[in-house]
T-cell receptor
């Protein structure tokens, strides 16, 4: 059973640029959630995708967008990067959308915006 | 608005003793609570959970207690082992629909050999 993988591991971008982060969900999981973890904070929910549709969104601006593909892998896109976007971005996959489904997290992508 | 709070950023415990990590929440609609453990350079790993209809759930060395009236939960680890050294996050959700996990800020637990 393959776990959740994310790419790239680290990324450095300049303010104003755009970035795409990728996530491969655990085999058989149809739901992917993305979280942003700033330094010294807990993960904050960005949005969730279920069967290729956005299924809930946290308090993040529209320049944060996502996609889920038929194989349930997912992308997080961030446009017009700001310095405050520097964080660890985590994706988590699960078998369903309810809170009681265990979410399996990937190791994250560390984004630095300069 | 921090709906899930972990007021102790760090905790040191002697190996073999009990570790107690605390978590408070403000949203009375939360009905499912989870603890995650995170090692450096890894994603959070699910540890144990509890539904709001229970006040205790036990899994080996780990026990989670829930006090709904106080909006407080705690994680007990006994006996503590060096491999337990990690950051522990408390999280809460609604047990239906598309509800997200709302995390606390974490407590760094260090087990002293």
């Amino acid at each position: 059973e393959t776990g959740v993988t994310q790419s790239p591991t680290h990324l450095i971008k300049t303010r104003g640029q755009q970035v795409t982060l990728r996530c491969s969900s655990q085999s058989g999981h149809n739901t992917v959630s993305w979280y942003q973890q700033a330094l010294g904070q807990g993960p904050q929910f960005i949005f969730q995708y279920y069967r290729e549709e956005e299924n809930g969104r946290g308090n993040f601006p529209p320049r944060f967008s996502g996609l889920q593909f038929p194989n349930y892998s997912s992308e997080l896109n961030v446009n017009a990067l700001e310095l405050d976007d520097s964080a660890l971005y985590l994706c988590a996959s699960s078998l369903g959308t309810a809170g009681s489904y265990e979410q399996y997290f990937g190791p994250g992508t560390r984004l630095t915006v300069t | 608005d921090q709906q899930v709070k972990q007021n102790s950023p760090s905790l040191s415990v002697q190996e073999g003793r009990i570790s107690i990590l605390n978590c408070d929440y403000t949203n009375s609609m939360f009905d499912y609570f989870l603890w995650y453990k995170k090692y450096p350079a890894e994603g959070p790993t699910f540890l144990i959970s509890i539904s709001s209809i229970k006040d205790k759930n036990e899994d080996g060395r780990f026990t989670v207690f829930l006090n709904k009236s106080a909006k407080h939960l705690s994680l007990h680890i006994v006996p503590s082992q060096p491999g337990d050294s990690a950051v522990y996050f408390c999280a809460a959700s609604l047990n239906f629909g598309n509800e997200k996990l709302t995390f606390g800020t974490g407590t760094r637990l260090t087990i002293i050999p």
